[in-house]
């Protein structure tokens, strides 16, 4: 009888295993995929091996064509499911990121401090000297890096001009938040701790890593980045991926995380010079107002945002494995960062897979 048993036991054992092992193998998780650094090969994956809604996809792209876009792409696992080129934008025409690509500069910051150039809460004057603002030493002396990292300076914000005349006191560092482009001293502070110029150093650390295009362009006091639509999707994948590209560390996880999490307790919707959604509030530029809820209710609560002026956008999002990018003008009015055609977007993103 107990022979029996367990005989009973092992063939039950074997039946469950082998349901597991068939289950397993019918819903594989599928690999990260980084596509080369050099050439056009990009693995892609399509609507219907997702099983997404295939009826989804054309209101979609409809809506992209009607609020003035240039290009979009969508990303699952690194693998291009989505791509699409309006009013003659192609695949190897560069274009502006504006304020999204504060989020580069952000991420050679953290890439500088964890090869020893630089430690982002110190002040500023230490690497690029004093008298770089217009307020009294003492005011000038608190300013760490950090803070223009969360835009905390403290510095008035009036002006996006970055001379030290512009640049005056408008509150203590860290009791005040506002959008301001003060934040390019980062550049001055790498520059300065490594010897090289911004342009070298990026390239080296960063665009040539992950086999980005692009150049930076000087427009006035900003600094502009401007490339193709697939090197925006490789930095968002980048950036995915906690700063690992296949197995190489570009940026630390550590500093990935301050970076994408709340970094004051102002504005709960940004990090280090990246939008986060899904907080109980946020700030937008321009605007000491504080507004209840979350950036793009209708987005994913985890995403976070690379997000410049006339709709540039870099959308991550951790819980999906997805990365989506939107080049062109502006959707509709000419805005800094934030406008209603995010909500709409995300409706249509939606569509496709809920």
């Given at each position: 009888?107990?022979?029996?048993?367990?005989?009973?036991?092992?063939?039950?054992?074997?039946?469950?295993?082998?349901?597991?092992?068939?289950?397993?193998?019918?819903?594989?998780?599928?690999?990260?995929y980084f596509?080369?650094?050099?050439?056009?090969?990009?693995?892609?994956?399509?609507?219907?091996?997702?099983?997404?809604?295939?009826?989804?996809?054309?209101?979609?792209?409809?809506?992209?064509?009607?609020?003035?876009?240039?290009?979009?792409?969508?990303?699952?696992?690194?693998?291009?499911?989505?791509?699409?080129?309006?009013?003659?934008?192609?695949?190897?025409?560069?274009?502006?990121?504006?304020?999204?690509?504060?989020?580069?500069?952000?991420?050679?910051?953290?890439?500088?401090?964890?090869?020893?150039?630089?430690?982002?809460?110190?002040?500023?004057?230490?690497?690029?000297?004093?008298?770089?603002?217009?307020?009294?030493?003492?005011?000038?002396?608190?300013?760490?890096?950090?803070?223009?990292?969360?835009?905390?300076?403290?510095?008035?914000?009036?002006?996006?001009?970055?001379?030290?005349?512009?640049?005056?006191?408008?509150?203590?560092?860290?009791?005040?938040?506002?959008?301001?482009?003060?934040?390019?001293?980062?550049?001055?502070?790498?520059?300065?701790?490594?010897?090289?110029?911004?342009?070298?150093?990026?390239?080296?650390?960063?665009?040539?890593?992950?086999?980005?295009?692009?150049?930076?362009?000087?427009?006035?006091?900003?600094?502009?980045?401007?490339?193709?639509?697939?090197?925006?999707?490789?930095?968002?994948?980048?950036?995915?991926?906690?700063?690992?590209?296949?197995?190489?560390?570009?940026?630390?996880?550590?500093?990935?995380?301050?970076?994408?999490?709340?970094?004051?307790?102002?504005?709960?919707?940004?990090?280090?010079?990246?939008?986060?959604?899904?907080?109980?509030?946020?700030?937008?530029?321009?605007s000491q107002?504080?507004?209840?809820?979350?950036?793009?209710?209708?987005?994913?609560?985890?995403?976070?945002?690379?997000?410049?002026?006339?709709?540039?956008?870099?959308?991550?999002?951790?819980?999906?494995?997805?990365?989506?990018?939107?080049?062109?003008?502006?959707?509709?009015?000419?805005?800094?960062?934030?406008?209603?055609?995010?909500?709409?977007?995300?409706?249509?993103?939606?569509?496709?897979y809920l």
């Open positions: 009888m107990t022979k029996a048993i367990f005989k009973l036991l092992i063939f039950l054992s074997f039946i469950s295993c082998s349901k597991e092992s068939s289950d397993t193998a019918s819903t594989p998780v599928q690999n990260m596509p080369p650094l050099t050439g056009t090969i990009w693995e892609t994956q399509s609507v219907s091996d997702l099983k997404w809604n295939q009826n989804a996809v054309q209101p979609l792209l409809d809506y992209l064509e009607l609020k003035n876009s240039k290009s979009f792409i969508l990303l699952v696992n690194g693998r291009i499911v989505l791509e699409h080129y309006f009013n003659d934008h192609t695949a190897t025409t560069n274009w502006y990121w504006a304020s999204a690509g504060k989020t580069l500069t952000a991420t050679i910051a953290g890439i500088a401090q964890q090869e020893g150039l630089i430690n982002i809460n110190n002040k500023v004057s230490q690497y690029i000297g004093t008298g770089w603002t217009s307020e009294s030493a003492a005011q000038e002396d608190a300013i760490t890096c950090k803070h223009l990292l969360t835009m905390t300076s403290g510095l008035d914000d009036s002006s996006d001009n970055v001379d030290p005349a512009s640049l005056i006191y408008k509150a203590d560092v860290g009791k005040r938040w506002a959008y301001h482009n003060v934040y390019v001293k980062l550049q001055d502070v790498v520059a300065q701790a490594s010897g090289q110029s911004w342009q070298n150093y990026f390239n080296s650390k960063l665009r040539d890593k992950i086999g980005m295009n692009g150049n930076w362009v000087q427009l006035g006091p900003n600094s502009v980045y401007t490339s193709t639509t697939r090197s925006m999707a490789r930095f968002g994948l980048l950036m995915l991926n906690k700063g690992k590209w296949n197995n190489d560390v570009i940026l630390n996880e550590n500093y990935f995380t301050e970076a994408t999490n709340t970094s004051q307790a102002i504005n709960l919707g940004y990090g280090y010079l990246w939008w986060l959604n899904g907080k109980a509030n946020y700030h937008l530029p321009q107002l504080t507004f209840p809820g979350s950036i793009i209710p209708t987005a994913p609560n985890d995403m976070f945002m690379a997000l410049g002026k006339n709709d540039q956008k870099i959308y991550v999002v951790p819980s999906k494995n997805m990365v989506v990018i939107r080049m062109g003008d502006a959707a509709d009015n000419v805005n800094l960062a934030l406008s209603d055609f995010d909500k709409t977007l995300w409706e249509k993103i939606n569509a496709l």
